[in-house]
């Protein structure tokens, strides 16, 4: 059974760090590209950051999302089926609720829509006071 679960999500101050965490199961995330979006009350979902399927050999291309270019970072564990989001200097523009998911796709156009993903987790909420 294929499974996405999110955690490290919280209640964090503005400039705060958190770190998000997506554990797999049912698939191998080195065959996936791997992505997080993020969706605020009221709003559409949103593309945050992917990251390509990877090799031992190949270093993986990632994307984001302008506006957490050089704040947030993607990573992945391929030995532990892992994937992960470090964010830093958070902002209350970041408040939302982030979703894990795995796409077969490749190339920054496809990853950077909700349509190319195969697998989705139930999210973990991200709130940054002001």
């Known amino acids: 059974q294929v499974q996405l679960e999110e955690s490290g999500g919280g209640l964090v101050q503005s400039g705060g760090s958190l770190k998000l965490s997506c554990a797999a199961s049912?698939?191998?995330?080195?065959?996936?590209?791997m992505g997080w979006f993020r969706q605020a009350p009221g709003k559409e979902r949103e593309f945050v950051a992917a990251?390509?399927?990877?090799?031992?050999?190949?270093?993986?291309?990632?994307y984001y999302l302008d506006s957490v270019k050089g704040r947030f970072t993607i990573s992945r564990d391929n030995a532990k089926n892992m994937v992960y989001l470090q964010m830093n200097t958070l902002k209350p523009e970041d408040t939302a609720a982030y979703y894990c998911a795995a796409s077969a796709l490749t190339g920054g156009r496809a990853l950077k829509s909700s349509n190319g993903y195969n697998y989705w987790g139930q999210g973990t909420q991200v709130t940054v006071s002001s």
């Open positions: 990251v390509e399927w990877s090799t031992p050999s190949l270093y993986p291309s990632t």
């Open positions: 049912g698939f191998t995330v080195s065959n996936y590209a």
